[in-house]
């Protein structure tokens, strides 16, 4: 399958700062992006449905002034978290679709820790 | 949206038994299902898919069947092995947007 990256792995940060967290697509041209957030023992949630070039989708809940999506280039997404507060402390994976219609490849997702 | 029941919770097996992992859908336009395999802090993986238009598919192993009608669909998983211990994930998928919907997660334990 295709190859998706996340960069950082692993961040922690002060509550009250933003975090920026980078998916690429390393092989192919991801039309579409999905950013997820995964607290512990529990399902993936999905948070927003970015598509290049365009304004992101928010599932109904999330809050799209505080997770701020940016999806430039057909290989670059990023997810920043403004104002991070302690119960924004999750695991946050990325996807990316378009190799083909259906599939969905994951990146290695981001702990993000906020004291 | 899609609601996406998955049962059980959890899965104890002895080793070589079979495991049975069901998932609910509430949306009937729904037409693709994967299911992941997700080790703990790393990424989903899938490890089999079944599209609507099939009702059974196999690889090896692993085995998915889908019932239209019901608006369910299983994992099945025979001669399991320590390895197959993880937490497995369904998903539905409607035709437009390709967003994914998840199941809850099933935490199976293959014991040696």
């Known amino acids: 399958g295709a190859v998706v990256s996340q960069h950082p792995s692993r961040v922690i940060c002060k509550s009250g700062t933003s975090v920026k967290i980078e998916c690429r697509s390393l092989?192919?041209?991801?039309?579409?992006m999905f950013w997820y957030r995964q607290f512990p023992k529990q399902s993936l949630m999905l948070m927003a449905t970015?598509?290049?070039?365009?304004?992101?989708?928010?599932e109904q809940g999330v809050e799209k002034d505080k997770f701020l999506i940016n999806h430039a280039s057909l290989t670059l997404s990023t997810l920043t978290v403004t104002s991070a507060h302690p119960e924004d402390s999750s695991f946050y994976i990325c996807?990316?679709?378009?190799?083909?219609?259906?599939?969905?490849?994951f990146g290695p997702g981001t702990r993000l820790t906020v004291t | 949206g899609e609601n996406v029941e998955q049962h059980p919770s959890t899965l104890s097996v002895q080793e070589g038994d079979s495991a049975v992992i069901k998932c609910t859908y509430s949306?009937?336009?729904?037409?693709?299902f994967p299911w992941y395999k997700q080790e703990l802090g790393k990424r989903p993986q899938l490890i089999i898919d079944?599209?609507?238009?099939?009702g059974e598919k196999k690889d090896q192993r692993i085995a998915v069947t889908l019932n239209k009608t019901a608006k369910h669909f299983s994992l099945h998983i025979t001669e399991t092995q320590p390895e197959d211990s993880a937490v497995y994930f369904c998903?539905?998928?409607?035709?437009?947007?390709?967003?994914?919907?998840f199941g809850t997660g099933t935490s199976l334990t293959v014991i040696p």
């Open positions: 996807s990316a679709g378009g190799g083909t219609y259906y599939e969905q490849y």
């Open positions: 092989d192919f041209q991801a039309t579409t």
């Open positions: 970015s598509n290049e070039g365009s304004k992101a989708t928010y």
């Open positions: 949306d009937s336009a729904s037409n693709y």
């Open positions: 079944i599209r609507s238009n099939v």
């Open positions: 998903a539905a998928s409607l035709n437009t947007g390709n967003q994914f919907y």
